[in-house]
């Protein structure tokens, strides 16, 4: 019922800019929160950005002052501005969203996008 499809990325120059789109669909109670995490080899994910339903945001120390996450929380739509990319932002990015199934936000599940591949290199 709930769909979250991942978009953006490809091949870019160091300093260049892209952006990472996240379009959620179907039936969601609340949606929460939605963000980005990018795979780190050998390790679990690392949170890159993420946006809450108020407004609030957080960003990751390595990209702070080079991406800008926004979100339409009607629309159920997130994007991911990044700027001065540098070759250690070449991963694969992974979109997901944070909703509630009931009137509780304890009661919450997370649905991922499929992974959108950045590549920054000369």
């Known amino acids: 019922q709930v769909q979250v499809v991942g978009s953006g990325g490809g091949l870019m120059q160091p300093g260049g800019s892209t952006r990472l789109s996240c379009q959620a669909s179907?039936?969601?109670?609340?949606?929460?929160?939605m963000g980005w995490y990018r795979q780190v080899p050998g390790k679990l994910r690392d949170l890159v950005a993420w946006?809450?339903?108020?407004?609030?945001?957080y960003y990751a120390d390595a990209v702070k002052g080079r991406f800008t996450i926004s979100g339409d929380f009607v629309g159920r739509s997130a994007n991911l501005e990044m700027t001065n990319l540098k070759p250690e932002d070449t991963t694969t990015y992974y979109c997901y969203i944070d909703v509630s199934r009931a009137d509780n936000v304890a009661i919450q599940v997370r649905y991922w996008g499929q992974g959108t591949q950045v590549t920054v290199s000369s």
């Open positions: 179907g039936t969601i109670f609340r949606l929460n929160a």
């Open positions: 946006i809450a339903s108020d407004g609030h945001t």
